[in-house]
């Protein structure tokens, strides 16, 4: 018995000898000074200076968390982390100045004594509706003859924060004009700057809180919700789709619908027959967050056909005037993309700080050789909670690439 209470001391005494070395180890873990040089999104005022910082940066063998709330006097052990933080930052916005949250992920950085010099990317993000296009596939496959498409197209929306966003009255619009075509707008309220014009803008059915998008997870919205693979390959399975558009025609040309996949809401269609992405992949398309309650019958009542001027590059000297003109502000828009072949490019019609660029499908309108390429927003890390978090600079040349479409 005697023993047994000899061991157990020296068992409790070495315990405790181990603990107050670890701890004194804890604290003698050396820490290296670590210069961090931020990319700020280039619309942020000279000279202005990060503030609300919050960043984890998380040691991947230890697993240790050290949380920072200033970029100034950084000091880190050596280790291998994964970044994930957020802050504000003042940026000019159609003339005026507002403060914006930017968020930053980066995985992998190494700190150590030879390396304690870190680049950090920031880009815009809203932890509210930080829903972005994932994915955006207008061109579409060929049909079984080789010369036409079929309407396989596709969008994914993703939830690229770490909570629950809700879905319900979320829509997708695309631009009245494409880029490729050269005009200049006499009537300032139609500025990209100042609104959005529209020939499309279909919503997410629900209540509010019917449409949860996990974090990390998606939305797949599809033309036609059937298996295209049975008419002709390649193509695409479309029907694990969690939504499709479909429209009643009022002339000969007919929709498909599967009863099986639910509808978009049709706010408003500038088509008699049956509306689907522009297959030259030279349109803008927006997601666009709805007012509550927003109907097709509220949206065409409340914001009525207007009517602007403009001018043509081929006849500059010859002012033209487009009636019935169908729009949105650009305070419903969270997310933007523009589309367009490099060589017949000509403007976007999005505002620029919703997208400053655009992405190409490649160099010239060529129906054969672009089908079957989807765009893919790039990835740019993993988030804190593990969730992946793709590119979002308003920078479609860059934020996306162009793969195949009947591959993940």
């Not at 100045?97 to 920031?122: F, Y």
């Not at 949206?299 to 010859?318: K, Q, S």
């Not at 089908?371 to 790039?378: H, L, P, Q, S, V």
Request: proline share 4%; net charge negative; hydrophobic share 35%.
């Amino acid at each position: 018995m005697n023993l047994n209470k000899s061991i157990i001391k020296v068992l409790f005494m070495s315990s405790a000898i181990m603990l107050t070395m670890t701890a004194c180890n804890d604290d003698e873990i050396i820490r290296y000074d670590v210069t961090v040089s931020p990319s700020i999104p280039e619309e942020a005022v000279a000279g202005s200076q990060l503030d609300n910082i919050q960043i984890k940066f998380t040691e991947l063998n230890t697993h240790k968390v050290y949380t920072v709330t200033s970029l100034d006097n950084l000091k880190l052990p050596a280790g291998t982390y994964n970044v994930d933080g957020t802050a504000t930052i003042t940026v000019e916005e159609n003339g005026k100045t507002v403060t914006k949250t930017i968020r930053t992920v980066a995985n992998g950085i190494v700190i150590s004594e030879e390396s304690n010099s870190i680049n950090l990317e920031w880009f815009f993000y809203n932890d509210e509706t930080s829903l972005v296009f994932s994915e955006i596939y207008a061109c579409s496959s060929l049909d079984a003859a080789g010369k036409g498409n079929i309407q396989d197209s596709y969008f994914r929306i993703y939830n690229n924060t770490d909570h629950i966003i809700y879905a319900d009255g979320i829509a997708i619009a695309e631009g009245l004009y494409a880029n490729t075509t050269a005009l200049s707008i006499l009537t300032p309220e139609y500025l990209p700057q100042n609104r959005f014009m529209v020939s499309a803008l279909y919503a997410i059915p629900g209540n509010g809180t019917d449409v949860a998008i996990q974090p990390g997870e998606s939305l797949k919205i599809v033309d036609q919700a059937i298996d295209w693979t049975e008419q002709v390959t390649p193509a695409l399975n479309h029907t694990d789709a969690d939504f499709e558009w479909y429209d009643e025609s009022t002339n000969a040309n007919k929709d498909i619908d599967n009863v099986e996949v639910p509808n978009l809401i049709k706010i408003y269609s500038s088509t008699l027959s049956f509306w689907f992405p522009n297959r030259q992949c030279n349109q803008s398309y927006a997601l666009v967050k709805l007012p509550e309650g927003m109907t097709s019958e509220i949206y065409l009542e409340e914001c009525p056909t207007g009517a602007f001027d403009y001018t043509m590059a081929t006849v500059p000297d010859r002012k033209f005037t487009r009636n019935n003109v169908h729009w949105i502000p650009n305070d419903w828009i969270i997310d933007g993309v523009n589309l367009s072949p490099t060589s017949t490019f000509k403007q976007t019609f999005l505002s620029p700080a919703i997208d400053k660029s655009y992405a190409a499908i490649g160099e010239k309108v060529d129906l054969t050789q672009n089908a079957g390429k989807k765009f893919k927003r790039k990835v740019l890390g993993t988030s804190a909670d593990g969730n992946i978090v793709l590119v979002d600079n308003n920078d479609s040349a860059n934020d996306f690439e162009v793969v195949s479409a009947y591959e993940d």
